[in-house]
């Protein structure tokens, strides 16, 4: 493996993404890429997102894609009517209309299948990856799936945790406090500077962070 990577939510913001791996890291087959969640909901091209990354991984693209709370709502709303609400109040809608269906049990199979594939968390050397944060008063912190999806936090103690650099999205930072992090080498790292929240200036932008060789943020 040459080169590490990470990106954080994309949010149905195709364009970004390709411009992130095709213009600026300049992706080889020869790198990995550990994507945090978050893939649909909110942008317009939800479908059009989780499709390049299907095809990335087709291609022979060390492609690494973890679940998401978004991903975890679209598929709660289809084993669970009463939670079609929740997910459609939280940019549900925008999938749905990129899919051109009207409910998520008409989402093409193969696609469900790609969400209910998706691992919770990744580990590699000294890296954990994950969509949000852990429990961490919990004994074992990769059980519990909700926190991996919902919870976040600046710094863990827990034994399993707390020699490891954790990577995460899920809560946008400004783009000033991810270069923060990043300078004082925080233990925690959040890259999710709001790539769909085109409205704030101090977001709006898709963040990818490598890490090995060197650690270097790439903004879109």
Sequence with gaps: MKRLFAIGDIHGCLDPLKELIEKHIQLTKGDRLILLGDYIDRGSQSKQVVDYIIELQKNNYDIIPLMGNHEALLLDSINNEDLQYKWLNNGGNKTLKSFQVESAKDIPLQYINFFNSLPYFYHFKNFIFVHAGFNDSHKNP????????????????????????????????????????????????????????????????????????NTRLYFV
């Excluded at 270069?179 to 704030?200: A, F, L, P, R």
Aim: net charge positive; aromatic share 6%.
């Design 142 to 213: 990769f059980q519990d799936k909700y926190s991996m999806l919902w919870k976040s936090q600046k710094a863990y103690s827990n034994p399993l945790l707390s020699k490891k650099i954790i990577i995460h999205g899920h809560q946008p930072i400004s783009i000033e406090r991810c270069k923060k992090q990043i300078e004082n080498n925080n233990q925690v790292i959040n890259i999710d500077t709001g790539c769909v929240y085109s409205h704030n200036i101090n977001h709006s932008k898709l963040t990818s962070i490598e890490l090995i060789p």
